[in-house]
């Protein structure tokens, strides 16, 4: 038993003095890399696939806007969601919107996003905003959009 115990301290020693790598992560996501669970979104978005993005939310999604340092939620659930959408497709049929940069860190995903839409009038209009979006259970449960502001 002894030598049992000798054999490992000196493993355990031999272990510790090894120089130790640091452990780093990319921030941003590659290009050649498979798209994130946010960026699947916007793709059935841009395709006004309610189906497809319903595929990628929890049952729970909370989807949110924030305002200044106000929290509005406009919608409380999957189904609500599904209802607003197709609405919102009917109403504006040329809305897209472009992934300008994202990254993922654990459960979170930030992107910098562009809407695109054509106006009553018939003119083309864009904004971008922040987007977080929160993973739970391999699903989109939360998501967070902030002011709009003039495209870069």
Known sequence: MWRICLV?????????CQPQ?????????????APNLAE????????????????????ELKYMFISGDQLHTETHDKAA???????YFVNTPAAHSQVLSSAQQGPF??????????????????????????????????????DAFSCP
Request: charged content about 10%; overall charge positive; aromatic content about 10%.
């Open 8 to 16: 490992l301290s000196g493993l355990l020693c031999l272990v510790a």
């Open 21 to 33: 790598q640091p452990v780093t992560k990319p921030v941003a996501k590659l290009s050649n890399t």
């Open 40 to 59: 699947q979104f916007v793709a059935a978005y841009n395709q006004h696939n309610v189906q497809g993005m319903l595929a990628l939310v929890h049952s």
């Open 81 to 87: 969601l599904e209802a607003f959408l197709g609405r």
């Open 109 to 146: 995903i930030q992107q910098l996003e562009r809407a695109i839409w054509t106006d009553a009038q018939g003119q083309p209009k864009a904004q971008c905003s922040q987007s977080i979006y929160q993973v739970k259970d391999q699903l989109i449960v939360h998501i967070w959009y902030f």
